[in-house]
């Protein structure tokens, strides 16, 4: 009997049957087509295929690896999708926590769900932080994703892991339940300013101080960002210090304005009366609200100098420049805003993270507690 065939070239007769092995990026079929005598035999080959796929990424008899592949991957792909400073963050956390380690240069084809257990496991066992980890986790997840989406492999490594979790004393939970960050008090406010008095950067200062926007987006600040009229603040630029890093690890440090860190840190501040005053009787020679001399933006890295060598022999020594930020919030918590509010004002992502500052009311807590007294008497 012959054979059954649907594929005709320079007269032999062949079965042809094509396969999705994958898909691109952007979701598209990865089509391929098997040839053989007839239809057994093409769906053996197409079997065969798909199952060396499975193994990993090959081609032109080349084992690829992570240290060959994840590189290319983010400086030609994921470099474009990300912000400067993202992308400096994983580039650190695959120099410094995937790299080094043997799974990296193991062949792809080797790296199933198990391996990378394995690879966490030794990352904890290593002392690696549960937070460094995730990062690591998070990153190789978003790696294995693209590449099974290309149709190199049929499904992510990643997905049947279990990251280390960490194990808390009673000790560590009220510990964390503590205040977490400091802020200046009304003393210490009076005292740092005092400190910046004949300084270019007590009006910085005082504006964190007034609207507790993040050092970044005050040294940002344009003048198309305020609006006199509507006495409004528009937070739509950062102010970051960045690397830019080239695949053979080369590193560059440059100041670039980019957008605030996430959607949530968009967002407009209304002016009190002294922040009004204070924008009121500056200059506008230059587009930045705080420039220097020559009319450009402030230099992030000598504006902490300037910060810890005022502080270094006082008794502030101690106090970031972000603690305005977190005084700004918590005296607003003191004179009666809302947990919305302040969520609103700082640009938080969640009022979870703005609930912190609840820790900073310790006093009333202990005045609420002590109303109760009478019932116990």
Not at 205 to 222: C, D, H, P, V
Not at 275 to 299: M, P, R
Request: some cysteine; hydrophobic content about 35%.
């Amino acid at each position: 009997m012959a054979k059954k065939t649907n594929f005709n070239v320079n007269g032999n007769e062949y079965f042809r049957v094509t396969k999705t092995i994958g898909h691109r990026a952007d979701g598209t079929p990865i089509r391929k087509q098997f040839y053989g005598a007839g239809i057994k035999e093409a769906n053996q080959k197409a079997d065969e295929y798909i199952n060396n796929l499975k193994l990993g990424l090959m081609n032109d008899d080349k084992i690829y690896t992570i240290n060959v592949l994840l590189p290319k991957w983010l400086f030609s792909v994921k470099k474009n999708e990300i912000k400067p400073t993202s992308f400096e963050l994983y580039e650190s956390v695959y120099r410094n926590y995937i790299k080094p380690y043997l799974i990296s240069d193991l062949p792809i084809k080797d790296l199933k769900s198990l391996k990378i257990q394995e690879y966490y496991n030794k990352l904890a066992n290593d002392n690696i932080s549960i937070h460094n980890i995730k990062k690591s986790h998070k990153l190789l997840r978003q790696f294995f994703n693209y590449v099974e989406k290309e149709g190199y492999i049929l499904k992510n490594p990643c997905i049947n892991v279990s990251l280390p979790k960490i194990i808390k004393t009673t000790e560590t939970v009220i510990n964390e339940r503590k205040t977490k960050f400091q802020y200046f008090n009304e003393k210490e406010i009076r005292e740092l300013l005092e400190l910046f008095k004949d300084t270019r950067y007590y009006n910085v200062i005082l504006f964190a101080l007034g609207t507790g926007m993040r050092k970044g987006e005050i040294l940002g600040l344009q003048w198309s960002d305020i609006d006199f009229e509507n006495k409004e603040i528009h937070v739509t630029h950062n102010l970051t210090y960045v690397a830019s890093i080239t695949e053979n690890g080369k590193k560059n440090y440059s100041t670039i304005l980019q957008t605030p860190k996430s959607e949530n840190s968009i967002r407009i501040i209304p002016m009190s009366n002294k922040i009004f005053e204070l924008l009121t009787s500056l200059n506008q020679n230059s587009n930045y609200v705080f420039c220097n001399e020559k009319g450009s933006h402030f230099d992030i890295k000598w504006t902490e100098k300037v910060w810890h060598s005022k502080l270094k022999n006082t008794n502030l020594h101690d106090k970031r420049f972000h603690d305005l930020r977190h005084t700004f919030a918590t005296m607003l918590l003191l004179n009666g805003a809302n947990l919305i509010q302040i969520k609103e004002l700082l640009g938080h992502s969640s009022v979870k993270i703005t609930e912190m500052y609840l820790d900073a009311l310790p006093k009333s807590k202990v005045e609420i507690i002590n109303k109760i007294d009478y019932l116990l008497n």
